[in-house]
């Protein structure tokens, strides 16, 4: 068994903090944080910032003071995450690694993605490099959850949310919009909208509800607006079809819908028939989409829960009590594995170990 130091670990633990500054912005690719360390002090910090751009191994070594330079042959380099060593839109890191002699490598975890998957130690350990992996492997493997389920389940990685009453409703009847959750909790999911790279409502909450949605309350980008439709043609003043962020529009109807702005794009889904979900998912990682938020509304949260196809579900429980008939809420078949307090909400987060 390979034996780390403390100050090993301060130097990953550091990586990790900077792979999640790339959140919302590299998915499908995984966040990654590198750091470069000689005689105990950091040279050099990086972190892979957006989908095509440098990597960070490469922007750790690109951040290296001149005077430093000459330090990286006897420097070690920490990473969340293997090295790269296929090309893809960027040239493989360990060349990179090889190139500048760095002679020391510390991983946390493996890169499960197809090409790499342990090659990239090989191929730094057959250029001599001195290679060694697994130093916080959990927390590692953490960070790559989601590249894991997009490469090896091949569709995207399914967060699920909602808000519901402490009776457990999520609407009230007669299809009236409500706001169930507070200002700290529609504050988080933006934040959630913002990490995502879609987000997906179905055809009846988009007309009962009339959403934008965007993210309006956390800084970043707003995601893809997805609306799954099968059964009802929606009108194109929608707001969920116009701002500036486009928009997946999947019908089942024989003929195109017609009349939307541009940034609509029209999918039919006719031949998914009872494979709805997973057609849909399917059309969605083949456009690179990493990572789905899905809010609802409740028919399409059921029928993820039922196929097992969601990942994580961020449920919003409010204080009130006044909404006493409506639409049950959602019921998760596993335990909640953590719960918050957000002002007067509690935040019930569940995790799906059988799909991971």
Same mark, same amino acid.
């Given at each position: 068994m390979i034996e780390f130091s403390q100050d090993d670990a301060l130097f990953m633990r550091r990586c990790f903090d900077l792979a999640r500054l790339g959140a919302g912005r590299v998915s499908p690719n995984p966040m990654v944080g590198a750091v470069l360390v000689y005689q105990g002090r950091i040279i050099g910090e990086g972190f892979h910032a957006a989908y095509g751009q440098a990597?960070? @191994?490469?922007?750790?070594?690109?951040?290296?003071?001149?005077?430093?330079?000459?330090?990286? =042959?006897?420097?070690?380099?920490y990473v969340s995450l293997e090295p790269c060593c296929v090309y893809g839109k960027t040239p493989p890191c360990t060349n990179l690694i090889l190139s500048r002699q760095i002679p020391k490598v510390v991983?946390?975890?493996?890169?499960?993605?197809?090409?790499?998957?342990?090659?990239?130690?090989?191929?730094l350990r057959a250029?001599?490099?001195?290679?060694?992996?697994? #130093?916080?492997?959990?927390?590692?493997? @953490?960070?790559? =959850?989601?590249?894991?389920?997009?490469?090896?389940?091949?569709?995207?990685?399914?967060?699920?949310?909602?808000?519901?009453?402490?009776?457990?409703? /999520?609407?009230?009847?007669?299809?009236? =919009?409500?706001?169930?959750?507070?200002?700290?909790s529609r504050r988080l999911t933006h934040r959630l909208r913002m990490e995502a790279d879609a987000i997906l409502i179905?055809?009846?909450?988009?007309?009962?509800?009339?959403?934008?949605?965007?993210? =309006?309350?956390?800084?970043?980008?707003?995601?893809?607006?997805?609306?799954?439709?099968?059964?009802?043609?929606?009108?194109?003043?929608?707001?969920?079809?116009?701002?500036?962020?486009?928009?997946?529009? /999947?019908?089942?109807?024989?003929?195109?819908?017609g009349g939307f702005p541009p940034g609509v794009t029209c999918v039919s889904m006719e031949e998914a028939g009872d494979e709805l979900i997973p057609a849909v998912l399917a059309q969605l990682a083949a456009r690179n989409i990493g990572i789905v938020l899905a809010e609802g509304g409740g028919q399409i949260l059921n029928a993820f829960i039922r196929l097992g196809l969601w990942d994580e579900a961020w449920v919003f429980q409010s204080k009130t009590t006044?909404?006493?008939?409506?639409?049950?809420?959602?019921?998760?078949?596993?335990?909640?594995?953590?719960? @918050?307090? #957000?002002?007067?909400? +509690?935040?019930?987060?569940? +995790?799906?170990?059988?799909?991971?």
């Amino acid at each position: 068994m390979i034996e780390f130091s403390q100050d090993d670990a301060l130097f990953m633990r550091r990586c990790f903090d900077l792979a999640r500054l790339g959140a919302g912005r590299v998915s499908p690719n995984p966040m990654v944080g590198a750091v470069l360390v000689y005689q105990g002090r950091i040279i050099g910090e990086g972190f892979h910032a957006a989908y095509g751009q440098a990597h960070a @191994e490469v922007n750790a070594v690109a951040s290296v003071a001149p005077a430093d330079l000459p330090a990286l =042959r006897e420097s070690t380099l920490y990473v969340s995450l293997e090295p790269c060593c296929v090309y893809g839109k960027t040239p493989p890191c360990t060349n990179l690694i090889l190139s500048r002699q760095i002679p020391k490598v510390v991983v946390s975890c493996i890169d499960p993605s197809p090409g790499v998957n342990g090659k990239g130690v090989e191929v730094l350990r057959a250029g001599g490099v001195e290679v060694r992996s697994g #130093l916080l492997q959990k927390e590692g493997e @953490e960070l790559i =959850r989601a590249r894991r389920t997009f490469v090896q389940a091949k569709r995207p990685y399914v967060v699920l949310k909602w808000a519901e009453t402490q009776q457990g409703i /999520m609407a009230p009847s007669g299809n009236v =919009r409500y706001w169930i959750s507070g200002a700290y909790s529609r504050r988080l999911t933006h934040r959630l909208r913002m990490e995502a790279d879609a987000i997906l409502i179905g055809g009846g909450t988009a007309l009962t509800d009339d959403p934008e949605l965007n993210n =309006r309350y956390y800084f970043g980008k707003s995601p893809l607006k997805v609306v799954i439709s099968p059964n009802t043609e929606l009108p194109p003043s929608l707001n969920l079809f116009h701002g500036e962020t486009p928009t997946l529009y /999947m019908h089942s109807s024989k003929r195109t819908p017609g009349g939307f702005p541009p940034g609509v794009t029209c999918v039919s889904m006719e031949e998914a028939g009872d494979e709805l979900i997973p057609a849909v998912l399917a059309q969605l990682a083949a456009r690179n989409i990493g990572i789905v938020l899905a809010e609802g509304g409740g028919q399409i949260l059921n029928a993820f829960i039922r196929l097992g196809l969601w990942d994580e579900a961020w449920v919003f429980q409010s204080k009130t009590t006044f909404i006493r008939e409506g639409l049950p809420a959602p019921r998760i078949p596993v335990p909640c594995t953590r719960e @918050e307090t #957000l002002g007067g909400d +509690r935040l019930l987060y569940y +995790r799906n170990q059988v799909a991971q």
